[in-house]
């Protein structure tokens, strides 16, 4: 059973080597894959083999890649019926729609409120959130969600003077406001 996660962010050459995932940068490293769980591939120039797909469906292994964006955007899972990643699948397909909705606005509640810890490390205690809603229904998880980012997107703008981006449906009335100062 795998324990470890690998996640692989510079450019780099995977190969299979006996049992092990071999791992090829300025050096190389070798991690049997029977203690892998799941191995994140997360930059663009990273090549891998044929065998080491082969391997990680063998191992029961889920491969993940990322865009550009560093989120996930593609997955690869063994499709062996007894393995446990088939398993969990299985079962999120099954689960009823309002145990799904609920599930979900317990995801979204932990994001607004990871959003409100990093704004207060960040020093941006201050940031009103009056109009977030709390999410108590799961039918209004996305809309809390969106007013949520909104809030972000506000305390986010552009400082005179410093370079920024600024996201939201009054994006250009921050930046004017900030080049005219």
């Given at each position: ?79 062996l019926p007894h393995s446990r990643t088939h398993r969990v699948l299985r079962l999120q397909l099954d689960i009823a729609r309002p145990l799904a909705k609920q599930a ?78």
């Amino acid at each position: 059973m795998g324990w470890r996660s690998v996640m692989i962010s510079r450019p780099s050459r995977l190969r299979r080597e006996h049992f092990s995932l071999a791992i090829e940068q300025e050096q190389t490293a070798f991690i049997p894959f029977e203690d892998i769980a799941v191995i994140v591939l997360n930059h663009r120039e990273i090549n891998l083999s044929h065998p080491v797909l082969s391997a990680c469906a063998e191992y029961g292994i889920s491969l993940f890649s990322t865009g550009d964006n560093h989120q996930p955007s593609g997955v690869f899972l063994p499709f062996l019926p007894h393995s446990r990643t088939h398993r969990v699948l299985r079962l999120q397909l099954d689960i009823a729609r309002p145990l799904a909705k609920q599930a979900w606005a317990s995801i979204v509640r932990r994001k607004i409120e990871n959003q409100a810890a990093c704004l207060r490390l960040a020093g941006r205690d201050g940031i009103g959130r009056h109009h977030v809603r709390p999410v108590d229904k799961p039918g209004n998880a996305p809309e809390a969600l969106r007013l949520a980012l909104r809030e972000v997107t506000v305390a986010a703008t552009v400082e005179a003077g410093k370079l920024g981006v600024v996201v939201g449906s009054k994006a250009d009335a921050c930046f004017q406001n900030d080049v005219a100062r």
